[in-house]
């Protein structure tokens, strides 16, 4: 029975009803991406196959980052009317996809209208089928189960290390503004930084001041010493 269990995993009927969400991290636009291999008439290699979808994967995922912070971006590579071409995003906060859903809406990519939603998918474990990440998938790209394709593990890298980049700096600005703000309604000044440049000069300036004062309290010294010589003689 589990033999059979195992055998049929993924390729069942998926008759989970979807609710869709009136909250939720994880947006779906259905039916965006293009794959030029499912074209009978492609006559691309799967370098520049692979090229074409990391230059969508690219491109998508700066287009959401401008909505908020990404955790996950998964592309479907089925064929099924109901899974092919999909992406699904997952953002830190809800309030994010939802901003994402409300203008990509109002969006189009390679002249044809975006259709977001919200998605009730948030483990992309369990919406994936497993027979496929081992490449025994029978139904292939009609499985129920999601069949995502992958990115270039360079280019995933370096665009979510970008990601983390601009979050930082968009957080040091906005703790600046702040900084400002405070010390703006305070009627202060904000404290201004010390140069490294300037506080070295400050401290030879001050060492010099001690080398000066500790020769004129020996030079002092002295002429009292000799003082009480010429009295005592």
Known sequence: MAEYLA????????????????????????????????????????????????????????????????????????????????????????????????????RFYAGRPIYAELSPVTDFREACCRQNENAECTRGGFCNFMHLKEVSRYLKKELFAAQRNYLREQRRVKRDKSEESRHSESGSSPPREISSERVDRDDRSREKDRKTSRRSRREDRRDSYAEDLRYEY
Do not use: W
């Open 7 to 106: 055998s049929i995993y993924g390729t069942e009927k998926d008759n989970r009803k979807h609710v869709k969400p009136t909250f939720s991290q994880t947006i779906l636009c259905s039916n965006i991406y293009q794959n030029p291999a499912h074209d009978t008439n492609c006559n691309m290699s799967e370098e520049q196959i692979q090229a074409h979808f990391d230059d969508f994967y690219e491109d998508f995922f700066t287009e959401l980052c401008k909505y908020g912070e990404v955790e996950e971006m998964h592309v479907c590579d089925n064929v099924g009317d109901h899974l092919i071409g999909n992406v699904y995003a997952r953002f830190r906060y809800e309030e994010d996809a939802q901003k994402a859903v409300d203008n990509l809406n109002a």
